[in-house]
């Protein structure tokens, strides 16, 4: 059973930061690549940012030039630099992670609980 646990969310104005983690545990074999999504009110889920094993990046044109994913492989962390946070990126961020738990079965994606990230105006 793997577990992603989130934490970093939370209230911030306009122009601000925050920074998201989240930790895998359990009984992970090795993990393919980490991200973020986040879900607004009355929107569906989309990607924000994710990171593979090797260090390649992608963003949301949204978010590009103003988040940074990072990763540390030996503890199955992945965070997001947040700056200068607009109030169109509030929304519940989920963290997500594409892994294996053994080497015989293939891969599939496990999912965090979710974090509130809320930017006043």
């Known amino acids: 059973q793997v577990q992603l646990v989130e934490s970093g969310g939370g209230l911030v104005q306009a122009g601000g930061s925050l920074r998201l983690s989240c930790t895998a545990s359990g009984s992970i074999f090795s993990i393919n690549a980490m991200g973020w999504y986040r879900q607004a009110p009355g929107k569906q889920r989309e990607l924000v940012a994710g990171i593979f094993s090797g260090g390649t990046t992608n963003y949301a044109d949204s978010v590009k030039g103003r988040f940074t994913i990072s990763r540390d492989n030996a503890k199955n962390t992945v965070y997001l630099q947040m700056n200068s946070l607009k109030p169109e990126d509030t929304a519940v961020y989920y963290c997500?992670?594409?892994?294996?738990?053994?080497?015989?079965?293939?891969?599939?994606?496990?999912w965090g609980r979710g974090t509130l990230v809320t930017v006043s105006s």
């Open positions: 997500n992670a594409n892994l294996r738990t053994s080497p015989v079965y293939g891969a599939s994606d496990a």
